[in-house]
């Protein structure tokens, strides 16, 4: 195969993954664009293989199947609701991938100061995304605690662990390639320290970034060995995911600085805090009159000719998207309008709750972003939050010196009338309490959401 060749082949390639990343933009295309991307991926290695020569590698063929054999069953038998961290665990074997791919240059040692340089530096990104990876798919998976640890002096362990790493890269350009060895285990331990301090309410915001890192790390390792098209998709997964991570810091009122240096993490019983959410708890409940009862919320379903529903983390641990769709074709079925109010960060990575949506076939229409929704609370005539909490709380407004202040959040305390179906009264991950919870309109269904949901469902005709 000659080189302009192969140069187009890996640009039809490219151009093929960048049509299915703006597909999956859009719930209507997202099937489309992800077959898209994945069978772009599977030209892209069977092009490499060609390219190369690669053909008579038993091994080679051995570990395709086995990967092609786990990936299936692993695809088949993970349920939705274990989704985010198998996304974290994937970042991390994609950082994996492209460190060994730049531990394999090093280990060749016939290449030049640039080649050796983007080997030591995809060999650390690789590294610190494969371990901070896992640390986040534990924390996902409350293998670990999710709540955030911050060693004494960690940001100087931070800054130390980067210098030392910098400087073992140096000596490996100049010196021996063993000094990769000492690039590769600062890098895994700098992963660890790098994640741990992230709390679980921020880790959307951290797997994307990971996501970033590994398409980085891919397309530096692709540098390395002198291979365009691992440079391109590369830098295409580390652009799209570093522009989805800035775009859920905004969401949040957040910088990404202030997220991994644990500055949003700081405890939620400040002076100021608790005096503000003392606050927020009592307006919340002002001038309500009696407490509604359940009877009061089966006859508002009933007459209901608008309703929000909020879904949030809690809906998917209960899988209960599929009742949340029943209850709201019946209300739709009982001339009510329905929307559902998407909050950026609800769940565990981004496009948490659309996704479940989509699931149970919710159009993508009725599916609300959150400045768009936010207006309509107040003339709606009853919210039901579906197991979210910190991305509903009002004390986001008020509570100064907590996680969550200056987050925007769902307006849901102003709707008339709410129906709060969570676990219990706990604060969310970020440890804040939720004024909601004591509002004289609002009816909380302790418990199972799927349980509670469906009491709802069965007050409504039909």
């Given at each position: 195969?000659?080189?302009?060749?192969?140069?187009?082949?890996?640009?039809?390639c490219t151009v093929a993954v960048l049509i299915g990343i703006n597909c999956m933009s859009k719930v209507k295309s997202a099937v489309f664009g992800n077959a898209l991307s994945a069978l772009a991926v599977l030209a892209a290695m069977v092009l490499t293989l060609v390219r190369y020569g690669v053909y008579?590698?038993?091994?080679l063929y051995a570990s395709l199947a086995l990967g092609l054999v786990v990936g299936v069953v692993y695809a088949r038998r993970t349920e939705m609701i274990a989704m985010p961290q198998v996304v974290a665990l994937l970042n991390g074997l994609?950082?994996?991938?492209?460190?060994?791919?730049?531990?394999?240059?090093?280990?060749?040692?016939?290449?030049?100061?640039?080649?050796?340089?983007?080997?030591?530096?995809?060999?650390?990104?690789?590294?610190?995304?494969?371990?901070?990876?896992?640390?986040?798919?534990?924390?996902?998976?409350?293998?670990?605690?999710?709540?955030?640890?911050?060693?004494?002096?960690?940001?100087?362990?931070?800054?130390?662990?980067?210098?030392?790493?910098?400087?073992a890269?140096?000596?490996?350009?100049?010196?021996?390639?063993?000094?990769?060895?000492?690039?590769?285990?600062?890098?895994?331990?700098?992963?660890?320290?790098?994640?741990?301090?992230?709390?679980?309410?921020?880790?959307?915001?951290?797997?994307?970034?990971?996501?970033?890192?590994?398409?980085?790390a891919g397309g530096i390792a692709g540098m390395a060995v002198n291979e365009p098209l691992l440079v391109a998709v590369g830098g295409i997964v580390g652009a799209s995911g570093l522009i989805l991570t800035q775009d859920m810091c905004k969401a949040m009122n957040r910088s990404l600085g202030a997220i991994l240096t644990g500055k949003t993490t700081v405890a939620a019983g400040t002076a100021s805090g608790a005096g503000a959410m003392a606050a927020a708890a009592a307006s919340s409940g002002a001038a309500q009159g009696k407490?509604?009862?359940?009877?009061?919320?089966?006859?508002?379903?009933?007459?209901?000719?608008?309703?929000?529903?909020?879904?949030?983390?809690?809906?998917?641990?209960?899988?209960?998207?599929?009742?949340?769709?029943?209850?709201?074709?019946?209300?739709?079925?009982?001339?009510?309008?329905?929307?559902?109010?998407?909050?950026?960060?609800?769940?565990?990575?981004?496009?948490h709750m659309s996704v479940l949506l989509a699931e149970v076939d919710i159009p993508y229409e009725k599916l609300c972003m959150m400045d768009d929704i936010n207006p309509e609370f107040a003339s709606c005539d009853i919210a039901v939050v579906v197991g979210a909490n910190d991305v509903t709380n009002?004390?986001?407004?008020?509570?100064?010196?907590?996680?969550?202040?200056?987050?925007?959040?769902?307006?849901?305390?102003?709707?008339?009338?709410?129906?709060?179906c969570n676990f219990d009264t706990k604060p969310g991950y970020a440890g804040v309490p939720n004024p909601m919870y004591s509002a004289n309109n609002a009816l909380l269904l302790l418990g199972d959401a799927k349980v509670s949901v469906a009491k709802l469902s069965a007050c409504i005709p039909g």
């Open positions: 195969m000659s080189q302009t060749l192969y140069l187009a082949l890996c640009g039809v008579s590698s038993a091994a994609g950082g994996a991938a492209s460190a060994l791919v730049a531990g394999a240059s090093v280990i060749n040692g016939t290449h030049g100061v640039f080649e050796n340089a983007t080997s030591g530096i995809a060999l650390a990104i690789g590294a610190l995304t494969l371990t901070g990876s896992l640390i986040a798919a534990g924390k996902l998976a409350r293998v670990i605690d999710s709540k955030p640890k911050v060693l004494p002096a960690h940001g100087l362990i931070t800054v130390l662990l980067t210098v030392l790493t910098a400087a890269i140096v000596l490996q350009v100049l010196g021996s390639g063993l000094w990769a060895v000492a690039v590769a285990v600062l890098a895994l331990v700098g992963g660890v320290i790098f994640v741990m301090r992230v709390g679980g309410a921020d880790m959307p915001i951290t797997i994307s970034l990971l996501n970033s890192l590994s398409g980085v407490k509604v009862s359940f009877d009061d919320i089966a006859a508002k379903l009933r007459s209901a000719k608008k309703v929000i529903i909020v879904p949030g983390y809690g809906m998917a641990l209960s899988q209960a998207q599929k009742e949340v769709a029943d209850f709201a074709a019946k209300l739709e079925k009982n001339g009510a309008e329905v929307k559902f109010a998407i909050h950026p960060v609800a769940g565990r990575m981004p496009g009002p004390a986001a407004n008020t509570a100064e010196g907590t996680p969550i202040y200056g987050m925007p959040v769902l307006r849901v305390a102003e709707a008339p009338v709410t129906v709060i």
